[in-house]
């Protein structure tokens, strides 16, 4: 019986007053709309944590240099005229549109030259530079079934106000108008290109390829907008990249390397750039090692080195594209190994920035290439003997198998006919892209190789092997008195570090 009368007691003890259970009442509901709220917000953070205009801040820079890029295939044509040997027309085939099987349109991009000489984006065009610089632009008739199943074609009269040309006429009209012109040589790209009554003039298709990669490579103020503009659209998607991987690294579902991809395509799709300069590159763990890897359909850790390779175009504004690397630890903070591998490649990085100005010869940038890479190697472990004998053979190149510059522009390997005792000059647009990479392939055989593997330390190599590959690379411009860097994403390890924070 007392049993009983203590357990009635405590019960009673325990029981809620009538204002608790109604504080209660009204509480709980709010707690939980709060948590469900906050989890929506942690939701939304990690699906798309930014705004239209936090995607695209561009927009109004994208308008007024729209605006101020006009006159500048017209220019590109006279610095052309200029260079030529003979007076002479220059004759230009457009590109068509690629399609699959015969039935599938792929998404058009013009030839490189095409552009440069008149911006224009329109398929199955033909243009013709005259002497003096004039151009005409020749287009398909418009055709009523065509206008069923693409919308209505301009009339030429319509092409000719749209783009920098001065004429604009008909395919059929091509012969009569080059014959009223009666060039004394009309310049084309190759032997191949052919146009009605070709056999009628005095052809030259040896001085225009090589004219045009000289004066392609020294870029105008102009195009220096348009490349400042493109490199910084890219930039801005390498950086929200960046903070996504951030985002998405904390998160329990999974990651590949497509996702990546598919982001930096988002973000410059919505600046209306569809355009990419080359496929690509997303490359987690070891196939960071792989220089061209662009299969991007890996399971990504949080352990893993990120390689991201990837440059928008404006193909909106005439081509002119960008050509940037960033490599960063998927966590957001480096280890100790990733951060050895890390400040090795940018210690290289910087030693090239530094010795950039008018007047360098680009082979002495290639070599001094080797020289810094080799001394990193040396350095840190990955390599011993003396830097003389590294460098007489080539140990270099199995960490760093490709060139650490090339030329940049409306293509992403600009200029790729100059010669490499080219001095650099003011206006000339580079990327810098120092590397080192634990490629299996190139370990093994260099293993193999009794003259080359005295030089490596195995050890210290294969505990790095995780790593894959590092890589960084800038888009330069080469100044009056040296260089600027237009592609403005986080390169220390300490801005990667805090730019992956949220």
């Avoid at 911006?119 to 065009?125: A, E, I, R, S």
Wanted: glycine residues 6%; charged residues 20%; negative net charge.
């Amino acid at each position: 019986m007392n049993t009983l009368l203590l357990n009635d007691r405590a019960t009673n003890d325990y029981r809620l007053s009538r204002k608790e259970k109604l504080f209660l009442g009204l509480m709980i509901p709010i707690i939980i709309a709060l948590g469900l709220i906050c989890f929506g917000v942690l939701i939304g953070t990690l699906s798309t944590p930014f705004s239209k205009t936090d995607l695209c801040p561009f927009v109004n820079e994208i308008e007024a240099v729209r605006k101020n890029i006009t006159g500048m295939y017209a220019e590109n044509r006279h610095r052309l005229i200029r260079r030529l040997t003979s007076p002479g027309a220059v004759y230009l085939e457009g590109n068509k549109i690629a399609s699959r099987n015969d039935d599938v349109e792929q998404l058009f991009r013009q030839e490189s030259n095409f552009i440069y000489m008149s911006g224009v984006d329109m398929p199955d065009t033909d243009l013709l530079v005259f002497p003096n610089g004039t151009a005409a632009l020749f287009v398909s008739r418009p055709n009523l079934e065509d206008a069923v199943w693409v919308g209505r074609l301009r009339t030429k009269e319509e092409i000719a106000s749209l783009y920098e040309v001065d004429f604009a006429y008909y395919h059929d009209e091509f012969p009569q108008v080059l014959s009223s012109l009666n060039p004394n040589l009309v310049y084309i790209l190759n032997s191949g290109v052919n146009f009605p009554g070709k056999t009628n003039y005095r052809i030259d298709y040896t001085t225009l390829p090589r004219t045009l990669n000289e004066v392609r490579v020294v870029k105008s103020d102009k195009e220096i907008a348009l490349l400042g503009l493109v490199a910084r659209i890219a930039s801005h998607a390498h950086l929200l990249t960046m903070k996504r991987v951030a985002t998405r690294a904390i998160s329990t579902e999974p990651l590949y390397e497509y996702d990546i991809e598919s982001y930096f395509l988002y973000i410059c799709y919505n600046c209306g750039l569809r355009q990419q300069s080359y496929l690509p590159i997303v490359a987690s763990g070891p196939n960071s090692a792989v220089l061209h890897y662009n299969i991007n359909n890996r399971k990504i850790t949080s352990k893993d080195m990120l390689l991201i390779d990837a440059g928008a175009e404006f193909g909106i504004y005439g081509g002119y594209g960008s050509d940037i690397t960033r490599s960063y630890p998927v966590s957001g903070i480096f280890t100790v190994k990733q951060e050895v591998v890390y400040q090795m490649v940018l210690n290289v990085q910087n030693r090239i920035l530094e010795m950039l100005k008018p007047g360098l010869v680009y082979s002495d940038v290639v070599a001094q290439v080797k020289n810094a890479t080799a001394w990193e190697l040396l350095e840190n472990g990955f390599v011993q003997g003396n830097l003389t004998d590294i460098l007489f053979y080539n140990i270099t190149t199995i960490f760093l198998p490709h060139g650490a510059c090339h030329y940049l522009g409306i293509d992403v390997h600009d200029g790729d006919r100059i010669n490499l005792n080219t001095p650099l000059e003011k206006g000339m647009y580079i990327t810098v892209e120092p590397g080192i990479y634990f490629n299996n392939v190139s370990l093994s055989i260099a293993y193999n190789n009794t003259a080359l593997n005295s030089f490596l330390v195995k050890e210290k190599i294969d505990d790095y092997r995780d790593i894959g590959g590092v890589r960084i690379e800038d888009d330069v411009l080469i100044t009056e008195d040296g260089y600027k860097i237009l592609s403005d994403v986080p390169r220390e390890r300490e801005q990667i570090e805090r730019a992956m924070k949220f």
